[in-house]
C-alpha cells in the first residue's frame, strides 16, 4: 500500500489543557479511516491539526513524505501551503459564501489558487455536482438550498482540487435523519471509488460499512485502532466497549 500520511506523537494544549497527548497514525491511498470517540475528546482538533488549521505543539505530520511538521517544527509557510493543499476539508457548517451561487462556491478556488479558465472550472463544478446528485443546483444561492444539499455542495467544494486526502469533520451532526441518509450516501459512494477518506464521525453505521479502519480517540490519544470488524465486535479496551455500548442505546 502507498502510505499517503504519515502522523507520529501528535501533542496539541490549549492553555492549561492538554488535548491531544500521544497520537499516532498513518493513512495509505484507498483508506477509509473513521476517527470516534466521546466528546471533548479532540477528534476534529486532529484533523484541524493534519491541515494546519491548528498548530501542533510537537510531534510529527508527513504528507507523501514531506514534512508539514516535524519534531514540533513546521515548515515554512510558502511549503506549509503545498503540503496542505494536497488535502481537501469538509467541515460541520458547509462553510459556503452565502452571498455566491452554488457555481461561484466550487469553481472560484480553481480560478483564483490554480488559474484555471473560468469556463474549464465550470465544467468540472458541473461534473462534481452530478457525482453529488445536485446536478440542477449550479446556479442556485446556497440559502435556497436544505442542510444535505449544502454539504454535498460543500463535498463537491472540495474535490475540486483534486486533493489526494478528504478530511471530514462530523460532517452530519447538523443534519436531520433523512439529510444525514444523503450525505452518508455520497460519502460511501466516494468510499467505493477508493477516495482516501479520514472521517471524525459519530455515524457508527458508516464507520461499521464504509470504514477500513477505526481509531478510537480517548483520553488525548488513540485508545484502540482496529478493523471495524474487530473493533466494533471484539474490542479490546473497555473504554472502546463502554462507549459503543452507550452509542447504541442512544439508537
Avoid: W
Wanted: net charge neutral; glycine share 8%.
Amino acid at each position: 500500500m502507498e502510505e499517503l500520511m504519515r502522523v507520529e506523537g501528535l501533542r496539541k494544549r490549549f492553555g492549561r489543557l492538554e488535548v491531544l497527548k500521544d497520537v499516532s497514525f498513518t493513512v495509505d491511498r484507498g483508506d477509509v479511516i473513521a476517527i470516534i470517540g466521546p466528546s471533548g475528546a479532540g477528534k476534529s482538533t486532529i484533523l484541524r491539526c493534519l491541515i494546519d488549521l491548528e498548530k501542533a505543539d510537537g510531534g510529527t505530520i508527513l504528507v507523501e513524505g514531506e514534512a508539514l511538521v516535524r519534531d514540533g517544527t513546521y515548515a515554512p509557510a510558502q511549503k506549509a501551503r503545498q503540503i496542505t493543499a494536497k488535502m481537501g476539508m469538509v467541515f460541520q457548517s458547509f462553510n459556503l459564501f452565502p452571498h455566491l451561487s452554488v457555481r461561484r462556491n466550487l469553481t472560484m478556488p480553481l480560478v483564483m489558487v490554480k488559474k484555471v479558465p473560468q469556463q474549464q472550472a465550470d465544467q468540472r463544478a458541473r461534473e462534481l455536482l452530478e457525482k453529488v446528485g445536485l446536478g440542477d443546483k449550479l446556479e442556485a444561492m446556497p440559502s435556497t438550498l436544505s442542510g444535505g444539499q449544502k454539504q454535498r455542495v460543500a463535498i463537491a467544494r472540495a474535490l475540486m482540487l483534486s486533493p489526494d486526502i478528504l478530511l471530514f469533520d462530523e460532517p452530519t451532526s447538523a443534519l436531520d435523519p433523512q439529510l444525514t441518509a444523503e450525505v452518508l450516501g455520497v460519502m460511501r459512494q466516494l468510499a467505493a471509488d477508493h477516495v482516501t477518506m479520514v472521517v471524525v464521525t459519530h455515524e457508527m453505521s458508516f464507520a461499521r460499512e464504509a470504514a477500513n479502519k477505526v481509531l478510537f480517540v480517548c483520553d488525548g490519544g488513540i485508545a484502540e485502532a482496529a478493523a471495524p470488524q474487530q473493533l466494533f465486535l471484539h474490542p479490546r479496551d473497555p473504554r472502546v466497549a463502554a462507549f459503543l455500548g452507550a452509542a447504541a442505546g442512544k439508537n
